[in-house]
């Protein structure tokens, strides 16, 4: 080992780049792959004009460059070319001189770098029996299928026998994205963070060094949707301050909730009366990965808190220990822990409409079609069609017809209804938001995505609508990567999605 010494970061990477060849040939040999990032420029880049290439992603690069990740936790950063199911995935690297060949049977994710497209204004949400979920506008719905216009592949026609609930498009509500500058927040640099480094604010991501804090007054509403991406090293722990008076920790009136690696507490804290625990809940296999996006639904009225992880929910708490402690609009990130810095970035701060993402309305089974309007009232019977933004819908009594927009949500009978049939080359597409839609895919090239499904039919999708993509999807997890494995690939890994 002693030879190892004298070796320059050339040699080393030249050696690395050598275990990469051999497991792109020998998929069956098993290697830990952390190669340097990619310079700018390199080849196999290609991609539609409506693609940008500005850094959204968190890899170890910066976030300039996709994430291919392999079974058992592998990763490699560098551009993806093509795909093509059943041969093989092209990749470039700067240290080869020619694209890279992988076989299949050992990809797991893609995670891209480049910032997705905008989602447009008036954009509805349609949700499908499988589980998918398409975003787009809605055209036409009639006895056999619904059409949506996306900004991502067109005008896609779903067949009505597939769909499960339409959520139609609210007025914006946002009342924070960011962040954006340092200077939008108040920062709290105590001992230096341990390590002497600062807050700062930095391609779009808030750095919070261990013992700081950092806060803002964001104006809470009473119904408030807060959203944010974390990540988090080994044995991290934060505590975010929720409707707070003030933004230093602990002397003010506020919620708090405890993030660490493997449980979410929340408790009550104020001034006078000290804090009191409220719950917690277990997020360990949510967190598994080290990045995670959270969603905390709050209605300061009803005093209820759902907080999500990953599109999942960990926990429902109501505070039934007197009125709302918060006294302010103030939102803080303190990282407790005393190595590392926290990074959070694509906080979004709106107001809630009272939906809970992927919730469904009722658990009995639904014989009939039903709305549940903006007011709370609900009506059952058959929808019959949504065309120039009117609904038509009978009920037992009478006929109605009524604007869209006055829709909270709509849901189909489950009568007739059907799944599309999962195929081996399905993957999964996921937007920002985490959800997700199901392609058997045909290839990937040229930034689409070509493929086809019993939901919609065959359709090209643009690649830069979407964060990141999942192959083998209904593969079982290597032994690394199922629950309670190591950390495979240290501090580097945590830094990727």
Partial sequence: MKGYSNMNKSSIRKLALAALMASAILPELHAELALPAPQPNQGGDKKPAAAETSGVGISVDGGKYDTLRFSGRD???????????????????????????????????????????????????????????????????????????????????????????????????AIYEGPTDIKEWTVDNQRGGGDNKKIEVSNKTLSIPGNCTAGRDMKLPEMAKIEFDLLFAQNSNVNIFLYSDQIARHQGNSYILNISSNYIYLQRYSRNEGSDSLGQGECRRMMEKNVAHFTLLVNKKQKTFTIMVNGGIVQQITDNRGEFCGKGGMISFYNSGGYGSLKIRNILISRWDGRIPNAAADTEENVKDNIVFSNEDKVTGKLKTIENGQITFETEFASLNVPIERARSIRFSREGAQVAKRNTDDIKAFFASDESITVEVQKISDGKISGKSENFGNADFLLNAFKKITLNIYDEPAEDEKEGSSNAGGEDAALLE
């Fill in 75 to 173: 990763f490699l950063s560098g551009k993806l070319v093509s795909f093509i199911p059943g041969k093989a995935l092209t990749w470039t690297h700067p240290d080869t001189d020619k694209p890279i060949e992988f076989k299949v049977a050992n990809l797991k994710e893609i995670t891209f770098s480049g910032k997705q497209l905008p989602v447009p204004a008036g954009t509805s949400t349609v949700r499908l029996t499988n589980g998918d979920v398409f975003k787009g506008g809605i055209v036409k719905l009639d006895k056999d299928y619904l059409v949506v216009k996306t900004w991502y592949a067109g005008d896609i026609r779903i067949s009505r026998k597939m769909l499960k609930e339409i959520l139609p498009a609210t007025t914006s509500s």
